[in-house]
């Protein structure tokens, strides 16, 4: 099979997927208990303006109607309006979705970079006291949750060596870049306004590196133990047999078929992130997706939580066909699961 | 290695200026944190941090003071007709919109006209009074009301008057006939106001940025913040390093306990605590349900408290509560003393209630509301003092939704139900229609399912006097037999607490604590910026 065959059938599963996705996230969202509309209004809202927005919202409609309706306005661009922002849903994605994307990506870099560089430095120089330390850090980083690296980083980067800004995506009195992407870097950038750019990056530093200190722990750990495994094996011994330099055995030949499992690993955690990074964008308050979606869960907002989970379903569909295509790029003898067997 | 030490000394250095490069300013400004997210739409917005932005961007026609009183702000005097049937407001001259656009008495009906179609906001505060509202010449605005209402006055305070013209110039598709949406889209993220403070920037899950509107008719002292900026509450850590890093003004008033311990003492922050008018905290007991449908039941709980550890312990710089009415609410009856913390008297309450001796036939319920982590210590303190008088209660743990939904129906509405309560104006009365006239049971504000005609016609009775002292006595009236029924346990009049920026901001707030002054102001009155102070120098 092609890679272009390969990645139009994955691309069908994936909206037969989302599509499951979004009538279970539909019903469930629906059949909690709370009344979307009085919650949206106020408990001291007259009942005639609740029985009005649950007529707008098509809540006095059966539930199967209601789902059609929403797949037919989904199907023109509209999510409907949220409930808690009181906007277009689509608005609200356009103006949180960028955000998020940003310090996904920069946490994406981190985790490449420093769990795969550990990892690999922790396996060639495995036994020794580098390796031990590696391993502490892999375990620390695994086990620490996100907010508590963010908590900590802003004690250290913020307040005790103030370096970093506490919160925001740019400094107040500086004004956004003209909206090209939603993302301030990139827009920054694309503008010619350095400045604001730097600005924004230097906003995401430490919600990143907090973000990203869990995946890159555990790409550490993986990166080393494929390695260290694959250290073991012929054609590595054949090459050692060779007289070829360790520096260069680890660097150029090791490293990319022990990338297979670390690289399946980190996609997911980076779109696990969509929805993760609730509590590190509470604590920088940084206006990312994963807070407006758990704040629309917590509000019963009712469309909101179905766009957001969407958007969540789709970020993992993105990340699992990345995530075969860069594996079959990496080690040809998986590609592609049609290829027959010897 | 030597490399590497310079590599090193490269990126301290750089890190360094990119942080002066990007930041390091000094302005005129305070910024607050409140819980989120906020409506400036002053037909939307009811919440405290709404309210917060809202006073600050839209003028009244009247002015809230300090003592729980109103004074004139659009209106600078105003007459009622002798049956309370018809108020005469009339507006000052001069005052421009943020637009520069002359505020009349058309803008006003509009803006009433408004508020009382959508239904939403503090429209409920109208709704049931107002008949009808004409402009009878640019600068007189006259109310029809449907029956006398005697806190009208205390009731406009929330009435917000928005531009007219320039609402109508963005309206969008909306449920509102020829209003379309009434401008609702537009006014998220924008005002039509006239307040002394106008919209910079709204980022609809981070703040409201404010700046200064130089021609507010009001005039300014010097030293007036040139901008005030309203921002989403974060976490404790983020708050207190934003308070250490002076960039935070004033903090909420949500945060822990010991965050405001640490805060107390950073150089120059200083924490203020304040009973503001018209919160307290009840222990709502269910009237129509057994045990709790016997008074003396109900006075054998209230004697089973500890309301000092509450006060002081729990919620510290509360004040153990006087009856239905807070202390600071205009309309409070002083005479009334508080219930004291009494096991003996417990016991002999108990005695004379139809329930003695078959006590372990009816366990109490109570819930408390997820959202408030500190009441769980209020649950099970009641439930280790009542274990101790020979009653049983079961806590449960409840999002405020589902008190909400509990309270909806008399068979689902527990025994105890642990609620903090908000005036909705500064006065008894409305505290007291909407925690006991029957109007309000099945709503989360009446879990007591009171329905007593007694009180109800007391209530009206009084809302109906014009005269305020008349009124006044009229309330004092319904707080005694109110005490005398025992529905509720009044625990706390609870207490605001903040950390401000004393150093180098003036915040009259804190100015009447120092004073020992009473503060009756309704919610977000008490971050007006307009009177505030800052100096930036001073950081």
Redesign the interface.
């Given at each position: 099979m092609s890679l272009t065959k390969y990645i139009i059938k994955r691309i069908v599963y994936s909206i037969g997927v989302l599509f499951g996705v979004s009538i279970l996230i539909f019903v469930i969202s629906n059949i909690v208990p709370g009344d979307p509309a009085r919650m949206a209004l106020g408990p001291r809202a007259p009942e005639w303006a609740v029985e009005d927005l649950r007529k707008e919202m098509n809540l006095d409609k059966p539930l199967v109607e209601r789902y059609f309706l929403w797949l037919s306005d989904l199907m023109r661009g509209d999510l409907g309006e949220s409930l808690r922002s009181r906007r277009p849903i689509t608005k609200d994605i356009a103006e949180y979705l960028p955000a998020s994307i940003e310090i996904i990506a920069l946490s994406a870099f981190f985790m490449a970079v420093i769990g795969i560089n550990l990892g690999r430095l922790s396996a060639r120089f495995s036994g020794t006291w580098f390796d031990g330390v590696v391993r502490i850090l892999s375990y620390t980083g695994i086990v620490t949750p996100a907010f508590v690296w963010a908590i900590l980083f802003v004690l250290l980067f913020s307040y005790l060596i103030p370096i970093f800004p506490t919160t925001g995506r740019i400094t107040p009195g500086l004004a956004a870049p003209p909206r090209i992407t939603g993302m301030y870097i990139i827009d920054g950038l694309l503008t010619g306004n350095f400045r604001v750019a730097l600005n924004a990056f230097w906003h995401i530093v430490l919600p990143s590196l907090a973000l990203s200190m869990g995946g890159a722990a555990q790409a550490a750990r993986m990166t080393r133990a494929s390695m260290v495994d694959n250290a073991e094996k012929d054609y590595i011994l054949a090459v050692r047999a060779y007289g070829v330099p360790n520096k260069l055995i680890y660097r150029r030949l090791l490293l990319k078929p022990s990338l297979v499992a670390p690289i399946s690993i980190m996609a997911l955690d980076i779109a696990a992130l969509l929805g993760n990074a609730f509590l590190v964008e509470l604590v920088f308050l940084y206006p990312g997706i994963s807070r407006y979606g758990v704040e629309a869960m917590l509000n019963k907002d009712l469309f909101a939580i179905i766009s957001v989970v969407l958007i969540i379903g789709i970020g993992y569909t993105i990340a699992n066909v990345v995530i075969d295509v860069i594996i079959a790029h990496l080690d040809p003898r998986v590609r592609l699961g049609g290829a027959k067997s010897a | 290695m030597k490399r590497v030490f310079l590599t090193g000394k490269f990126l301290a250095f750089a890190?360094?200026m990119?942080?002066v490069?990007?930041?390091g300013?000094s302005?005129s400004i305070i910024r607050a944190t409140e819980d989120w997210?906020t409506?400036i739409d002053p037909a939307?917005g009811?919440?405290f941090s709404d309210c917060i932005a809202i006073v600050n961007l839209y003028d009244s026609l009247v002015f809230p003071n300090a003592d729980g009183s109103v004074g004139p702000h659009l209106a600078t005097h105003w007459d009622v007709t002798p049956d309370g049937l018809t108020w005469t407001f009339y507006l000052r001259q001069g005052v421009k919109f943020h637009s520069g656009n002359e505020l009349t008495a058309e803008d006003v009906v509009f803006s009433v006209e408004r508020l009382l179609t959508?239904?939403?906001g503090f429209?409920?505060m109208f709704?049931p009074f107002i008949d009808e509202v004409v402009a009878l010449d640019p600068y007189t605005v006259q109310f029809k009301m449907k029956k006398p209402y005697g806190p009208f006055l205390s009731t406009l305070v929330r009435l917000y008057i928005l531009e007219k013209d320039l609402v109508l110039q963005h309206l969008d598709s909306g449920?509102y006939g020829e209003f379309g949406d009434y401008g609702?889209?537009w006014l998220?993220e924008h005002d039509a106001g006239s307040g002394p403070y106008m919209v910079e920037e709204v980022?609809?899950?981070?703040?409201v940025?404010t700046k200064k509107f130089d021609d507010w008719w009001g005039g300014w002292e010097p030293n007036a913040p040139e901008y005030f900026?309203e921002?989403?509450t974060?976490?404790p850590?983020?708050i207190?390093?934003?308070v250490?890093?002076k960039?935070l003004e004033i903090t909420d008033e949500l945060q822990p306990m010991e965050s405001y311990e640490a805060m107390a003492k950073m150089p120059g922050v200083e924490v203020v605590r304040f009973v503001p008018g018209g919160m307290n905290l009840n222990l709502m007991l269910h009237t129509r349900k057994p045990p709790t449908d016997d008074v003396h039941f109900r006075r054998a709980l209230a004697y089973a408290v500890d309301y000092k550890t509450i006060a002081n312990i729990i919620f510290p710089g509360s004040l153990v509560a006087r009856g239905p009415v807070p202390q600071t609410l205009p309309g409070h009856d002083s005479s009334i003393q508080p219930w004291e913390f009494n096991l003996d008297k417990a016991r002999e309450e108990l005695k004379k209630s139809k329930y003695y001796g078959q006590l372990d036939e009816y366990p109490l319920t109570l819930s408390w509301c997820a959202e408030v982590p500190e009441e769980e210590k209020i649950a099970l303190m009641l439930q280790a003092n009542f274990a101790r008088i020979g009653v049983k209660l079961e806590i449960t743990k409840k999002p405020f939704?589902?008190m909400?939904?509990d309270a909806q129906n008399m068979e689902t509405t527990p025994n105890c139900s642990l609620v903090f309560v908000a005036a909705?104006y500064m006065e008894a009365g409305g505290m007291l229609t909407t925690r006991y006239h029957s109007q309000s049971t099945g709503?989360?504000?009446q879990c007591e399912w009171l329905l007593n005609p007694e009180i109800d016609q007391m209530i009206e009775d009084a809302l109906s006097t014009i005269d305020t002292e008349e009124r006044f006595n009229k309330y004092h009236a319904i707080q005694q037999k109110l005490v005398e029924l025992c529905p509720t346990i009044w625990l706390i009049d609870r207490a605001e607490t903040r950390a401000y920026q004393a150093s180098y901001v003036s915040w009259f707030v804190a100015d009447l604590v120092h004073q020992g002054k009473k503060i009756a102001l309704p919610l977000g009155y008490g971050l007006y910026a307009h009177d505030m102070k800052v100096f930036p120098e001073k950081k």
């Open positions: - | 890190l360094i990119i942080a490069f990007c930041f300013q302005e997210p409506y939307v009811s919440d959508m239904g939403e429209a409920y709704e449920p609702r889209k998220l980022k609809m899950e981070e703040y940025l900026k921002m989403a974060a976490d850590v983020t207190r390093t934003l250490a890093k960039e939704g589902s909400i939904a909705h709503t989360w504000e």
